[in-house]
């Protein structure tokens, strides 16, 4: 509805936040048709045509995923290969005591 308002009035530039994801086709397919060129901020929204909107500011939450995913792989691994290198000199050190022991204990 304020939408439609914007276009009823030629405003120059229509920007929202949208509370759902669908629903907006035709009255974004009015505002392209009214020469209105319409900014989405916070979240985008599921239209058949991107270029129903000229663009969307705002978060892109997979990437944000994926991003958190691959650090926490990277720091994961590096704890991982140094439990795994002090796990080994530990156990080098028990085979050379042994020996030594065995050797000079006898």
Not at 28 to 37: M, V, Y
Not at 76 to 102: D, H, P, Q
């Amino acid at each position: 509805k304020a939408i439609r308002s914007f276009i009823a009035q030629g405003v120059d530039v229509i920007s929202f936040s949208p509370v759902v994801e669908t629903g907006f086709e035709q009255v974004l397919e009015e505002a392209k048709k009214a020469g209105i060129p319409v900014v989405l901020s916070d979240r985008a929204v599921d239209v058949s045509d991107p270029t129903l909107y000229k663009c969307f500011i705002g978060s892109d939450f997979v990437e944000e995923g994926r991003r958190a995913a691959q650090w926490f792989i990277d720091i994961f691994l590096t704890v991982i290969n140094i439990i795994i290198i002090k796990i080994m000199i530990t156990f080098i050190m028990i085979i050379f005591i042994t020996i030594f022991a065995e050797s000079h204990l006898g």
